[in-house]
């Protein structure tokens, strides 16, 4: 049979009503009909024509194939990104279990195994999974609870990173993962296993466990201390700085050379540890008050990557280990052997490291001024 212009006209119109909204995907039908019906000599009918070979295209109906085709593009990539999720999360997870192992058995190395993990899970890992979700189904609750779990994840993450290196913030992103899970995520949790059909129990326990992490979790945020407990701590260290400058009024006429020695070392180690954290010399109360619970850059300001002590510090231990003739010190002091004292990692450390390393500001000054009343108490 010969088709005209009109009959091409016909298909073309016909085929957009049917459902076929893609025009590349039109065309293409038009060229397969075009084809069967011209090759077919037995009749010049053109209804009867198109009404027999029409049908061999779908089961149902002709849209069948236009969802077909949306279903194709839709998910043309889709193997190649579920892969890159699984691989990005197993690299994630491997730098995260590392840095945790490192972190915790103080190795060097640590810090940068964390933040690259986060940034895989946080750049490459959720959101993958998320569009994904989204290829897979359109959006609507599930999809958007995926959505709300993949930010709570990227917001704990980063919290969880910046409360282990003491970085600024970490308290807020904590306190706003708490709030997506708590009050955004658990809702909508709510509303879609409301809105279910089956009302599973396991969406119901899954609420009730995501409730009682918010609980626990909640428990590790790390509020601010009383002002009450915050002026007693500055009140204590003030207390120290009172009672060395009465000592040293009234006892320094008693000590000799080697002891006036591990006094100035104390005294350059203190105003070496203030001048490289805030960049000028401030007092004990307010370098405390300024630089709270932070271990990372009072340990970086005292000590190199190799965990190696500073000139100062270093200095400090062979004064004070040259101090054997003073018994009294030695056993206030509970020195003896240098290298008995078990360190986090339950090796041997020196008494430099034991007593500095991996330590608070607060904790440092007062070890300092503890080795100083206990020499001035020495000579009592």
Avoid at 25 to 54: V, W
Avoid at 245 to 254: I, K, M, T
């Amino acid at each position: 049979m010969e088709l005209s212009s009109s009959h091409v006209d016909f298909i073309l119109s016909d085929l957009q009503n049917k459902g076929i909204a893609s025009e590349d995907l039109r065309l293409d039908l038009l060229d397969h009909i075009c084809c069967l019906m011209e090759s077919d000599k037995s009749s010049d009918d053109f209804d009867g024509l198109y009404a027999q070979y029409l049908p061999r295209f779908f089961e149902k109906d002709l849209k069948e194939i236009q969802d077909e085709t949306d279903l194709l593009i839709r998910f043309s990539n889709y193997y190649v990104m579920k892969k890159f999720m699984f691989i990005s999360g197993g690299i994630s997870t491997a730098l995260f279990t590392l840095g945790c192992l490192f972190k915790v058995m103080h190795w060097p190395g640590a810090a940068v195994l964390l933040v690259s993990g986060a940034a895989f899970m946080c750049l490459f890992f959720l959101p993958t999974i998320f569009f994904n979700s989204l290829k897979e189904n359109k959006m609507g609750l599930q999809t958007l609870r995926i959505l709300i779990a993949v930010v709570f994840g990227i917001v704990i993450t980063t919290s969880i990173v910046f409360k282990v290196m003491h970085w600024p913030f970490a308290n807020i992103l904590w306190t706003t993962s708490m709030v997506l899970l708590a009050f955004v995520y658990l809702p909508v949790h709510i509303i879609q296993w409301r809105r279910s059909e089956e009302k599973n129990t396991s969406m119901y326990l899954a609420a009730l466990l995501i409730f009682c992490a918010v609980a626990l979790l909640f428990t590790l945020t790390n509020l601010q201390p009383s002002e009450r407990v915050s002026n007693a701590r500055l009140e204590s260290v003030a207390q120290e700085e009172l009672t060395l400058a009465y000592l040293n009024q009234n006892e320094a006429s008693l000590l000799d050379s080697a002891e006036r020695m591990v006094l100035n070392q104390i005294h350059l180690v203190r105003n070496k540890l203030k001048t490289r954290l805030f960049e000028s010399e401030i007092s004990d109360e307010e370098a405390v008050e300024r630089m709270g619970n932070n271990i990372t850059h009072t340990t970086h300001a005292l000590f190199d990557q190799n965990q190696e002590a500073c000139n100062e510090l270093q200095v400090l231990a062979k004064a004070v280990e040259g101090l054997k003739s003073n018994s009294s010190f030695q056993e206030m002091m509970r020195m003896g052997d240098q290298e008995v004292y078990v360190g986090r990692d339950k090796e041997k450390w020196p008494w430099v490291k034991y007593t500095f390393y991996h330590l608070p500001l607060e904790q440092i000054l007062t070890n300092l001024n503890k080795i100083e009343l206990t020499l001035f108490l020495s000579k009592k």
